[in-house]
Nanobody
């Protein structure tokens, strides 16, 4: 069964950096756009970053623009989220997801995401 496994979360002070990784197993995810999402307690899940299947198109949530960078290595079946200048409001569970309901995706569409990881906790202290 195909799986997405996130890693790299943890506790960091405000202003610090973390890099999250999401590795797919069971099948290749290279034909699919990928996304990072997050959910904080009491809040709805929100898009953090999106990357097209070929890596040429990215988009970001307004609150993370200029601080976070999404990238992918299709040879390693892995997508990354580099998070810099972290703020306490970035504290959340971060989820990786694959837009495997619509191959060769170039633009973000929340309806395309069918496979999700279990999430990794990111906590930013002030």
């Amino acid at each position: 069964q195909a799986q997405l496994v996130e890693s790299g979360g943890g506790l960091v002070q405000a202003g610090g950096s973390l890099r999250l990784s999401c590795t797919a197993s069971g099948r290749t995810f290279s034909p699919y756009a990928m996304g990072w999402f997050r959910q904080a307690p009491g809040k709805e899940r929100e898009l953090v970053a999106f990357i097209s299947w070929d890596g040429d198109n990215t988009s970001y949530g307004d609150s993370v623009k200029g601080r976070f960078t999404i990238s992918r290595d299709n040879a390693k079946n892995t997508v990354y989220l580099q998070m810099n200048s972290l703020k306490p409001e970035d504290t959340a569970v971060y989820y990786c997801a694959a837009a495997d309901l619509s191959p060769w995706g170039l633009e973000y569409d929340p309806a395309d995401f069918g496979s999700w990881g279990q999430g990794t906790q990111v906590t930013v202290s002030s």
